[in-house]
């Protein structure tokens, strides 16, 4: 004899009993197929519970796991890209900035604050790679800048996260120029001894490597970064060679002696703040 026996047959529940689970309860990784609570998620700072793979995050969560509290000051928010060479490509510069804007809800692609970690106070930039590919235009290197003005002016350390493409083609030049600027202004920062963090993340390439990416008392990376100047398929093309397994990774970087250490992404803040405090 059965346990159950349906008397009723063709049960139909009212669409308003039907009873959905939200949206966004879970976490499937992209890297190892294994799904997670997304709080769990979250609370290990944004890598996955089962391979550690380092999600793509940006200046939002990155504040959260740094700053005590989630507490912090953010600097020149509404600072945001003219349009000095009236560039046009698919669209124009300023219609694709307005529509960028709304779409990630971000000014640039840069976001730069100060507060404490760890009750050390820093001050910290970070790009976000949803604007236009974390792009360095006129706006993100004066943001950093200003950045290292306020840390100059605080005698904070300073704490750069970069994630970026490079330069921005849509500024041309005057994206170019942003190179000089921040290293000048790191420069200046030196010369004060105050301490300086890189952080790379994936991906950090172009310009921006070549420039305040690398600068860094420390150049520190997290796990399986993408790293380099050029991407892998140019440099292919280029060289008509197939490249080594895991090229430009932050482990292969790390290897060749162009970092000092790749840290994990939930032992960051107390990595950074020993740095900082052995620097000071």
């Given at each position: 004899m059965?346990?159950?026996?349906?008397?009723?047959?063709?049960?139909?529940?009212?669409?308003?009993?039907?009873?959905?689970?939200?949206?966004?309860?879970?976490?499937?990784?992209?890297?190892?197929?294994?799904?997670?609570?997304?709080?769990e998620?979250?609370l290990?700072?944004?890598?996955?519970?089962?391979?550690?793979?380092?999600?793509?995050?940006?200046?939002?969560?990155?504040?959260?796991?740094?700053?005590?509290?989630n507490?912090?000051?953010e600097?020149?928010?509404?600072?945001?890209?003219?349009?000095?060479?009236?560039?046009?490509?698919?669209?124009?510069?300023?219609?694709?900035?307005?529509?960028?804007?709304?779409?990630?809800?971000?000014?640039?692609?840069?976001?730069?604050?100060?507060?404490?970690?760890?009750?050390?106070?820093?001050?910290?930039?970070?790009?976000?790679?949803?604007?236009?590919?974390?792009?360095?235009?006129?706006?993100?290197?004066?943001?950093?800048?200003?950045?290292?003005?306020?840390?100059?002016?605080?005698?904070?350390?300073?704490?750069?996260?970069?994630r970026?493409?490079?330069?921005?083609?849509?500024e041309?030049g005057?994206?170019?120029m942003?190179?000089?600027?921040?290293?000048?202004?790191?420069?200046?920062?030196?010369?004060?001894?105050?301490?300086?963090?890189?952080?790379?993340?994936?991906?950090?390439?172009?310009?921006?490597?070549?420039?305040y990416?690398?600068?860094g008392?420390?150049?520190?990376?997290?796990?399986?970064a993408?790293?380099g100047?050029?991407?892998?398929?140019?440099?292919?093309?280029?060289?008509?060679?197939?490249?080594?397994?895991?090229?430009?990774?932050?482990?292969?970087?790390?290897?060749?002696?162009?970092l000092?250490?790749?840290v994990?992404?939930?032992?960051?803040?107390?990595?950074?703040?020993?740095?900082f405090?052995?620097?000071?």
């Amino acid at each position: 004899m059965s346990w159950f026996v349906r008397k009723d047959k063709g049960i139909q529940t009212p669409t308003e009993m039907k009873l959905e689970a939200p949206d966004g309860l879970w976490y499937l990784c992209p890297n190892c197929k294994k799904v997670m609570n997304t709080r769990e998620h979250k609370l290990n700072a944004y890598t996955c519970v089962h391979c550690n793979y380092h999600e793509k995050i940006g200046s939002e969560a990155y504040f959260s796991i740094l700053f005590d509290e989630n507490e912090f000051t953010e600097l020149n928010a509404t600072m945001t890209s003219a349009d000095p060479l009236k560039f046009v490509d698919t669209k124009p510069y300023p219609v694709r900035i307005k529509s960028t804007e709304e779409k990630t809800g971000l000014k640039d692609a840069v976001r730069t604050a100060y507060g404490a970690m760890n009750g050390l106070t820093v001050t910290i930039a970070v790009m976000d790679f949803n604007f236009i590919g974390g792009s360095m235009g006129s706006v993100v290197g004066e943001k950093i800048a200003r950045a290292i003005d306020h840390a100059l002016a605080n005698k904070t350390p300073f704490l750069m996260i970069s994630r970026s493409g490079g330069a921005r083609m849509m500024e041309a030049g005057f994206s170019l120029m942003q190179m000089a600027k921040t290293s000048a202004k790191l420069a200046l920062l030196d010369k004060a001894k105050l301490p300086y963090v890189s952080l790379l993340t994936d991906p950090t390439t172009g310009g921006v490597t070549a420039s305040y990416a690398m600068l860094g008392d420390f150049n520190i990376a997290e796990p399986e970064a993408l790293i380099g100047f050029a991407g892998p398929r140019v440099i292919r093309e280029t060289i008509g060679k197939d490249l080594p397994k895991g090229f430009q990774s932050a482990e292969f970087v790390l290897d060749h002696g162009f970092l000092d250490f790749i840290v994990d992404r939930k032992d960051l803040k107390d990595k950074v703040v020993t740095l900082f405090r052995m620097l000071q």
